[in-house]
Nanobody, 113 residues
Framework: QAQFVESGGDLVQPGGSLTLSCAGA????????MTWHRQAPGKAREWIAT???????FYADSVKGRFAVSRNEDKNTVYLQLHDLPPEDTATYYC???????WGQGTQVTVLS
């Protein structure tokens, strides 16, 4: 049973943009900090962004200036905007509350090369 469900991943051209969504199913997206991670094939899961309840955001150096995390509390949904995508951003993207140890299915982003 997933607490958050990711969607919005797609196949895109280099330099393109996507908006990923993370819908709360069994949990609130505003109760504590929400994170985005990603995992490329054959690589470890990598933290890329955090959104705190008060609105502060933090980003990994690899995505800083290109990605933006936000939330809509009425829709109980967190978003991740991805811009200027290079092929290196190809990965499965996951959302989860800070400190959680379980993961959902994620959503696949593929940047063509």
């Amino acid at each position: 049973q997933a607490q958050f469900v990711e969607s919005g991943g797609d196949l895109v051209q280099p330099g393109g943009s996507l908006t990923l969504s993370c819908a709360g199913a069994g949990s609130s997206v505003s109760a504590e900090s929400m994170t985005w991670h990603r995992q490329a094939p054959g690589k470890a899961r990598e933290w890329i962004a955090t959104l705190c309840p008060g609105g502060a955001t933090f980003y990994a150096d690899s995505v800083k200036g290109r990605f933006a995390v936000s939330r809509n509390e009425d829709k109980n949904t967190v978003y991740l905007q991805l811009h200027d995508l290079p092929p290196e951003d190809t990965a499965t993207y996951y959302c989860q509350r800070h400190g959680a140890t379980t993961w959902g299915q994620g959503t696949q982003v593929t940047v063509l090369s």
